[in-house]
């Protein structure tokens, strides 16, 4: 099938893009790498009557450093996200997870904006950036409000943006110094995770001081697994001790049963996962 007939603007500017988006009303939507996007349009299982593209506005695309933060366009590429220097120093699991997002030609277009704003729980971004504590920053006719990680993602394919809002970009707080691994299990290579798992880690004297854990897929939006992050505080870094720490890693989790595999399966697995992402982490696996 090919899409609906509707109108395209490619504005220059983020206000153009606002204002386009506020003509075209509730209609209206927002177009950024198209990999998502253009999927549900051919299916019809979307039918805008204005397609408001991003790929123009060159003040949403781009790293930089600001007051201790990393700042992230939101039409930053998953492939420029992965060989920035900046977010290999400062954020090296926002390209360790980016790596493992679909396959070359897809990360050549999709962007780290388009892949937040679609709120896919089991994209492998979202559940990185609520382990980061990021904080979003978007923008509508009434200007701009931030939203933390812990809020945007609200249900199942559903973000706290509004139809007239537009993603600008994304600030990570620095975690300069911490280990970091993203444990994807997947059916095949390039395909989505069954379940993944974000881990950060900060070592001291040899045991984890902090640790951070986001689950992918284990529900209708990205999971923090708080109670496993609490538990690793100040343990040593070994088979035995991570293990007994991410034992609880699936409690409060709500994963979908489907082709993929079974919801308790995955409740298993996540357990498994977890304790493998904080081990290698910490750099003892
Ligand atoms: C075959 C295939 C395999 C994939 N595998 C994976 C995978 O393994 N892991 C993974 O994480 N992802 C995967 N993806 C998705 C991929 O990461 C996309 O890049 C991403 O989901 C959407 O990014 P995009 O820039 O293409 O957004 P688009 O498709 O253009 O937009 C997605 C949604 O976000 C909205 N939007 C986009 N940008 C903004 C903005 N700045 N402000 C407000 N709203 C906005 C759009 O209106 C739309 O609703 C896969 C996609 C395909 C087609």
Same mark, same amino acid.
């Given at each position: ?177 911490? %280990? ?5 299990? =997947?059916?095949? /290579? &390039?395909?989505? @995770?069954?379940?993944? $798992?974000? *881990? +950060? ?58 082709? %993929? ?5 995955? =409740?298993?697995? /996540? &357990?498994?996962? @977890?304790?493998?992402? $904080?081990? *290698? +982490?910490?750099?003892?696996?």
């Amino acid at each position: 099938m090919i899409p609906a007939s509707l109108d395209y603007v490619a504005p220059t500017s983020i206000p153009d893009a606002l204002s386009a988006l506020a003509n075209g009303g509730d209609e209206a939507k927002v177009i950024a790498g198209g990999q998502s996007l253009m999927p549900v349009l051919r299916l019809r299982l979307a039918y805008p009557t204005t397609l408001v593209d991003l790929r123009n506005v060159a003040d949403l695309r781009g790293v930089r450093e600001d007051n201790g933060d990393l700042v992230i366009g939101a039409m930053t590429r998953h492939c420029d996200v992965i060989t920035n220097g900046l977010i290999a120093q400062h954020a090296p699991l926002i390209a360790a997870a980016t790596k493992t997002v679909a396959d070359p030609a897809i990360r050549h277009r999709g962007t780290f904006g388009g892949a937040l704003s679609h709120a896919d729980p089991a994209g492998d971004l979202p559940a990185v950036t609520l382990a980061l504590d990021a904080t979003f920053v978007v923008e509508g006719p009434g200007g701009r409000r931030t939203v933390p990680a812990s809020e945007f993602f609200v249900d199942y394919l559903q973000s706290a943006l509004a139809p007239d809002e537009l993603l600008v970009e994304v600030r990570v707080p620095k975690l300069t110094g911490w %280990g970091v691994h993203y444990e994807k299990f =997947q059916r095949v /290579a &390039q395909a989505w @995770a069954i379940v993944g $798992v974000a *881990a +950060a880690v900060r070592m001291e004297n040899g045991a984890i001081a902090e640790a951070r854990v986001g689950l992918t897929n284990m529900g209708p939006t990205p999971v923090r697994a708080a109670a496993v992050e609490a538990a690793l505080a100040g343990i040593a870094a070994e088979p035995g001790a991570v293990g007994a720490a991410t034992a609880a890693t699936a409690e409060g989790t709500r994963p979908p049963s489907d082709l %993929g595999g079974a919801a308790d399966y995955r =409740q298993h697995l /996540a &357990q498994v996962l @977890a304790r493998r992402a $904080v081990l *290698a +982490a910490a750099g003892s696996e």
